[in-house]
């Protein structure tokens, strides 16, 4: 029987870390993980991820793991970037430094999407 290959692209997910620090536009009010120098910075950070999961979701509509829309459903906090609102990031509680997962709320949900993409695949 010929090997057949499976690959899988994960997407990106955004936390509070391309925020200003100290410069709010949280629901939940200031955000004390941020590293941005500015919120034109910022914002251009939010607008890159946004645009690379769209072009690895175009690009591999079959292969795609939506990272962002998984931790979001259960972790996403609305956020004003640049006068911007309604941006999307996952909060502190799955993102505690602000960029990566914990073990006791982000990596088991990235985990379980991950294997959930599998196991609906059959691979």
Do not use: M, R
């Not at 941020?34 to 690379?52: F, N, P």
């Not at 509680?93 to 294997?115: C, E, K, N």
């Amino acid at each position: 029987k010929p090997l057949a290959k499976h690959f899988v692209v994960l997407g990106v997910y955004v936390g509070e870390g391309i925020l200003v620090n100290g410069a709010g536009g949280l629901t939940a009010g200031q955000s004390t993980l941020g590293t941005a120098a500015s919120q034109s910075d910022a914002k251009a950070a939010y607008d890159a991820i946004v645009a690379l999961n769209e072009a690895l979701a175009t690009a591999y509509p079959n292969n795609f793991v939506n990272l962002q829309g998984a931790l979001a459903a259960t972790y996403g906090e609305s956020a004003t970037i640049n006068g911007v609102a309604g941006c999307t990031l996952i909060n502190a509680t799955a993102l505690p430094d602000g960029t990566h997962p914990t073990l006791v709320a982000g990596a088991p949900l990235i985990a379980t999407t991950i294997q959930s993409f599998l196991t609906t695949k059959g691979w």
